[in-house]
């Protein structure tokens, strides 16, 4: 507490009047595409196992869809082939 018995809350209105500017601004923004590629169609099309190299397969799908390289779930399919 400080020297005058007070409690200041100056640094927790700092902190509310910053959460709310980030939780307005999440709202503003624009939500992700769905996934076009599953992990079952991964497994399906290649018949792959599961496992961690069906994640590393979805990560670089992911990132080739958000990047705008890939727009349906054919596009993706023959995408990810070359990293099979």
């Known amino acids: 507490m400080p020297p005058?018995?007070?409690p200041d809350f100056t640094s927790y209105r700092e902190i509310k009047l910053r959460i709310n500017k980030?939780?307005?601004k999440i709202k503003n923004?624009?939500?992700l595409p769905k996934q076009i590629v599953t992990?079952?169609?991964l497994i399906n099309k290649y018949k792959l196992k599961?496992?961690?190299k069906i994640g590393q397969l979805l990560e670089i799908l992911r990132e080739a869809q958000l990047?705008?390289?890939i727009n349906t779930k054919a596009d993706g399919?023959?995408?990810?082939k070359k990293y099979l």
Not at 77 to 80: A, E, F, M, S, T
């Open 4 to 6: 005058s018995g007070k």
């Open 77 to 80: 399919l023959k995408y990810i």
């Open 39 to 41: 992990g079952h169609d």
């Open 67 to 69: 990047k705008g390289k």
């Open 50 to 52: 599961p496992g961690p």
């Open 22 to 24: 980030l939780k307005s």
């Open 29 to 31: 923004k624009k939500q």
